[in-house]
């Protein structure tokens, strides 16, 4: 099984190829936390996978979130571990990451047994334009080839021992910005808006909510995965005012 949690398609394009070489499920931690389900049975020699995008070098909050309800029952022979991997998509890289995921199995009994890095188009528009079109093709080419490689490793069960996952110094610089950052009240919708509910629909964490057919954040805080702005059908969601010019991205997965 594979729990996967994507804002604009990337993790979600990495989830399905790695599922549909493997023959593992696909389980969306967006669906799974709206439905409050968070447990399952794992069964014969099953894996266990975790495909998301990396914020600020660490866990989106909702997937810590998901991970600190999740409860998995093992139909295994006693002592034996299952194979538990990560796929931790990026744009420039993954920081303190796995360690912070090890940190989160750890607590629900679950072993972290390898984590991979996989660079893809950028998207975080709060902050930076996304990537054009021109380079996100080359990306999507060098994408295809990482994929190849790390679910050969996955069916290997290839293992990395663990000496890499540090608490790096960007992950402890830039990850409590996002903890305590992270707010909505720069986000608006502009007169392009035609009240298509898209933004309320897809949003993971319910925060946005439509009034006089206009969306409004309701929250403080969202999880900033910029679904909403980036998969708007008309771009009128916009963050301040730099976005106004800044162009779109979603992974044609979605499309």
């Known amino acids: 099984?594979?729990?996967?949690?994507?804002?604009?398609?990337?993790?979600?394009?990495?989830?399905?190829?790695?599922?549909?070489?493997?023959?593992?499920?696909?389980?969306?931690?967006?669906?799974?936390?709206?439905?409050?389900?968070?447990?399952?049975?794992?069964?014969?020699?099953?894996?266990?996978?975790?495909?998301?995008?990396?914020?600020?070098?660490?866990?989106?909050?909702?997937?810590?979130?998901?991970?600190?309800?999740?409860?998995?029952?093992?139909?295994?022979?006693?002592?034996?571990?299952?194979?538990?991997?990560?796929?931790?998509?990026?744009?420039?890289g993954m920081g303190g990451t796995p360690k912070m995921l090890e940190e989160l199995l750890e607590k629900q009994e679950l072993p972290l047994t390898a984590a991979f890095e996989l660079k893809m188009a950028s998207n975080y528009i709060m902050m930076y334009q996304p990537t054009g079109p021109d380079l996100q093709k080359k990306i999507l080419i060098s994408t295809d080839k990482k994929l190849t490689d790390i679910i050969t490793a996955i069916s290997k069960n290839k293992q990395d021992d663990g000496s890499k996952r540090k608490k790096t110094f960007l992950t402890r610089v830039a990850y409590p910005l996002y903890v305590h950052g992270r707010k909505t009240r720069l986000f608006y919708a502009d007169k392009r808006c035609n009240g298509c509910k898209k933004c309320e629909i897809i949003c993971p964490v319910t925060v946005i909510k439509m009034e006089d057919n206009k969306p409004v954040w309701i929250k403080k805080q969202c999880t900033h995965c910029s679904a909403c702005i980036n998969r708007c059908p008309q771009e009128a969601i916009q963050y301040g005012k730099k976005t106004l010019k800044w162009r779109r991205f979603e992974n044609p997965i979605l499309k």
């Open 1 to 92: 099984m594979i729990f996967y949690f994507t804002g604009t398609g990337n993790s979600l394009y990495a989830a399905k190829k790695i599922g549909d070489e493997l023959g593992e499920n696909l389980i969306d931690i967006t669906a799974a936390m709206k439905e409050k389900s968070f447990i399952y049975r794992l069964s014969g020699n099953e894996k266990i996978g975790f495909v998301f995008p990396v914020y600020f070098y660490g866990v989106p909050s909702i997937v810590a979130d998901f991970i600190a309800q999740l409860k998995i029952e093992q139909n295994l022979e006693e002592g034996i571990k299952p194979y538990v991997f990560g796929v931790l998509t990026c744009g420039g």
